[in-house]
């Protein structure tokens, strides 16, 4: 698989997701990424970066770092604000938001071990969560 090729079904994952109108859509999309290939992704909030891994390609992706505020790392804090979007109470952007006022500026998404690991600027400290069932 080619890079193009790769960013074109990613992006078709994205639409999907976003046109279901699953208030919660995540583990739906890392079903969809893993079958895809991708082995693990990382998002850096404070650089406005992404990193995706597949077995044949590495993309990396830019995005508008949204002026976030990173607080102090909070393990309750990071665990409150995924439960919130987790039950569909968050957007996203919000949810971002969020966990970096409890201190996340990183987190990496491992397919291999089916978690989300969330770090700080210094990674440093970290939380780890399960993936959700799909």
Not at 9 to 32: C, D, H, L, N, Q
Not at 45 to 70: S, Y
Not at 109 to 121: N, R, T
Request: glycine share 8%.
């Amino acid at each position: 698989m080619n890079e193009q090729t790769l960013q074109t079904m990613i992006a078709a994952i994205r639409k999907e997701a976003m046109e279901s109108g699953r208030t919660y859509a995540f583990p739906w999309v890392y079903k969809a990424l893993k079958e895809l290939g991708i082995v693990s992704y990382s998002v850096d909030m404070a650089a406005g970066r992404a990193i995706i891994r597949h077995r044949d390609v590495i993309l990396k992706e830019e995005f508008p770092a949204n002026g976030f505020t990173f607080g102090a790392f909070n393990t309750q804090g990071v665990s409150d604000a995924i439960t919130r979007h987790q039950k569909g109470e968050t957007s996203y952007d919000v949810w971002m938001g969020e966990v970096a006022k409890a201190g996340v500026q990183r987190y990496i998404v491992s397919m291999a071990h089916d978690v989300v690991v969330y770090l700080d600027g210094d990674n440093t400290q970290l939380h780890i969560e399960p993936v959700p069932a799909v």
